[in-house]
């Protein structure tokens, strides 16, 4: 699981709520990754990070804020979450020299 | 941008092979992976090919690339029930690009 957790694992909130989604890593990868995962659309991604206090969007990156203040942790913000936001979350990190994604479990958030 | 496609599903009888098929428009790319994703789950790498590569060979899982046509694929020798799951390619260009999934139904 190249040691990868995300928190929580389930959440449902309610809309206009904020939420905060964690990501946490064992190994110092420098690159991680946040994607959405809906029915009919694989994964996309949301936004990454290259490393401490470097972020960028992603293909859908609207309604998303992240930030990273360690190594270790990468975080994915619902500013103001709306029902289009319910979906599974999961969290990469990049390893090895062929560019290869690691993923974490996933976080299923369902917005109401 | 890039644009990766695969069928929905593919059922096939356990001992059989499975051939998993997925289509890239994209011919820049460096490496292209196989993820397998069980219910519930995350997405594990299976396999990867780097692109001067036509064929890749791992236990059971043989990938083909052929450039030309823009195709890779994923055959999984004498097929388990164990191997019902969704299964992902995934390119490699400047961002990972995801497609849509291919469904494994394994029946005895």
């Known amino acids: 699981d190249a040691g990868i957790t995300q928190s929580p694992r389930h959440k449902v909130t309610e809309t206009g709520t904020p939420v905060t989604l964690r990501c946490h890593q064992t190994e110092n990868h420098r690159y991680m990754y946040w994607y959405r995962q809906d029915p009919g659309h694989g994964l996309r991604l949301i936004h990454y990070s290259y490393g401490v206090k470097d972020t960028d969007k992603g293909e859908v990156s609207d309604g998303y804020s992240v930030s990273r203040s360690k190594t270790e942790d990468f975080l994915l913000t619902l500013e103001s979450a709306t029902s289009s936001q319910t979906s599974v979350y999961f969290c990469?990190?990049?390893?090895?020299?062929?560019?290869?994604?690691?993923f974490g479990p996933g976080t299923r958030l369902t917005v109401l | 941008g890039e644009d990766v496609e695969q069928s929905l599903f593919l059922s096939v009888r356990e001992g059989d092979s499975s051939v998993i098929n997925c289509t890239y428009t994209?011919?820049?790319?460096?490496?292209l992976y196989w993820y397998k994703q069980e219910p519930g789950a995350g997405l594990q790498l299976l396999t990867y090919?780097?692109?001067?590569?036509d064929m890749k060979q791992d236990q059971r899982l043989t990938v083909l690339l052929n450039k030309k046509d823009k195709h890779l694929s994923l055959r999984i020798a004498d097929t388990q029930t164990g191997d019902s799951a969704i299964y992902f390619c995934a390119v490699n260009t400047d961002k990972l690009i995801f497609g849509t999934g291919t469904r494994l139904q394994v029946f005895p």
């Open positions: 994209d011919s820049s790319s460096t490496y």
């Open positions: 090919i780097f692109s001067n590569m």
């Open positions: 990469a990190i990049m390893a090895g020299g062929t560019d290869t994604q690691y």
